[in-house]
């Protein structure tokens, strides 16, 4: 199957809810579009299950100001990658990354984030 590019709007439900949680800084919105023993990775350290995914998000939403625009995504079966540029108070200023998830049915079984 190949990736097809996709608006917002068409976006699986559990990403834009996860995307919409993280802005507002929704822990507890976010732990939940995960699965119990989801991973996500960022910055090069990987974190598992709930709780290590709540004290990452705890961590990261009170260490910078930032906002993301959406930039684009593709969708490819359970794979989605969603593009948003970060603007705020961490060294560099902006930056562009991919958010990619691995859904599981209705639930976030993975996410990675890298530029």
């Known amino acids: 199957m190949n ?3 996709v608006p917002w709007d068409e976006l699986p439900a559990t990403v834009t809810a996860y995307l919409t949680a993280h802005r507002t800084h ?3 919105a976010v732990v939940a579009t995960f699965t119990s023993d989801a991973t996500v990775t960022d910055e090069g350290r990987t974190h598992r299950g709930h709780d290590e995914i709540r004290a ?3 961590r ?6 930032y906002t993301t625009t959406f930039i684009g995504a593709t969708v490819n ?3 989605v990658d969603v593009r948003q540029r970060l603007e705020g108070n961490f060294p560099g200023g902006v930056v562009d990354l991919h958010y990619r998830f691995t859904l599981h049915g209705d639930l976030i079984a993975r996410l990675a984030i890298a530029p």
Do not use: I, N
């Open 60 to 65: 990261t939403s009170s260490e910078y100001t």
């Open 26 to 28: 929704d822990v507890e």
């Open 56 to 58: 990452w998000l705890s």
């Open 3 to 5: 990736a097809t590019d």
């Open 77 to 79: 079966g359970a794979d």
